[in-house]
């Protein structure tokens, strides 16, 4: 899976759940007022079961799923690193 699939899976996952806001891909959506930890655990299930990893300890931290990008980026580490591992 390409980084763009990825981005636009979770953009429409975020867009979805809170269809009144708009936001760009960089922006921190939890500075934009709409999310609050329990949405924050939703995303965290949302990548494991759509990208089909587990997101380890170290990654579970506020800026890692603070916007689109971010997210994004941790997909990226955890395939690849299960991809060299495997």
Known sequence: MSSTDARAQ?????????????FD???DIFELGFVNSLFAMELV????????VRVPNTELRRENFRSVTAITGVVERITAATATAG
């Open 10 to 22: 979770i953009r429409e996952f975020i867009s979805g759940r809170f269809p009144q806001i708009t």
């Open 25 to 27: 891909d960089d922006q």
């Open 45 to 52: 299930m949302f990548v494991e079961r759509a990208f089909g």
